[in-house]
């Protein structure tokens, strides 16, 4: 069965900490790999799509990398304003039409001054 | 531009009563998709609609619950009756060209149904 795991669950930053998020997926076929950020009360709101093994993707502090097996994002010098819940997603190929959409349960970022 | 617009934003029922959330997508989206989020199972799709079409909903929990989209702009998705164990955050998203290869998917704020 396809799995999306995400590491860790939580994790506190002190402001200007860097550190990385880790997304580890066995999907066969992956047809893109999603990073969302939620905010609490909101709906996830979509920062980075990754599509091969070697790309990398940025904004602003976040930089989103991804392999065969996993992706990171990355988070240069974070800020309060950053502290969210940060989602991935898989679509994989099934020989059908549809790829489904597996989210990993998060990684609740707090970044305190 | 307006995104994703879901009502009610919060409701609150009695076990055995019907309940409807709606939904409008972005204008000129074609998919739409239903998640349900817990925190016991994350973010789970339900059912997903292309052109007004539902093409899986293979992820409805069960016959109470059922989706409906009756044109491009509206669509609605009912449980009858309600169980406490509905109890979730309810997010409708939709997107241009669905689930397909590179496509993003927008969320809309949630409806937050409770129980009791």
């Known amino acids: 069965e396809d799995q999306v795991t995400q590491s860790p669950e939580a994790l506190r930053l002190q402001e200007g900490e860097s550190s990385s998020l880790n997304c580890s997926y066995t999907?066969?076929?992956?047809?893109?790999l999603f990073w969302y950020r939620q905010d609490p009360g909101k709906g996830p709101e979509f920062l980075f799509t990754l599509y091969s093994a070697g790309e990398e993707k940025e904004k602003e502090r976040l930089k989103a990398t991804l392999t065969k097996k996993e992706s990171f994002l990355h988070i240069t010098a974070p800020k309060p304003e950053d502290s969210a819940t940060y989602l991935c997603?898989?679509?994989?190929?099934?020989?059908?039409?549809?790829?489904?959409?597996?989210f990993g349960r998060g990684t609740q970022l707090t970044v305190w001054p | 531009d307006a995104g994703v617009i879901q009502s009610p934003r919060h409701e609150v029922t009695e076990m055995g009563q019907e309940v409807t959330l709606r939904c409008k997508p972005i204008?000129?989206?074609?998919?739409l998709f239903w998640y349900r989020q817990t925190m016991m199972r994350g973010l789970e799709l339900l059912i997903y609609f292309n052109n007004n079409v539902p093409i899986d909903d293979s992820g409805m929990p069960e016959d109470r619950f059922s989706a409906k989209m009756p044109n491009a702009s509206f669509s609605t998705l009912k449980i009858q009756p309600s169980e406490p164990r509905d109890s979730a955050v309810y997010f409708c998203?939709?997107?241009?060209?669905?689930?397909?290869?590179?496509?993003?998917?927008?969320f809309g704020e949630g409806s937050w149904l409770t129980v009791v």
């Open positions: 997603a898989v679509r994989a190929d099934r020989g059908s039409t549809l790829g489904r959409l597996y």
């Open positions: 999907v066969s076929g992956l047809r893109g």
């Open positions: 204008s000129g989206h074609n998919s």
């Open positions: 998203a939709s997107s241009l060209g669905g689930h397909t290869f590179g496509n993003t998917i927008y």
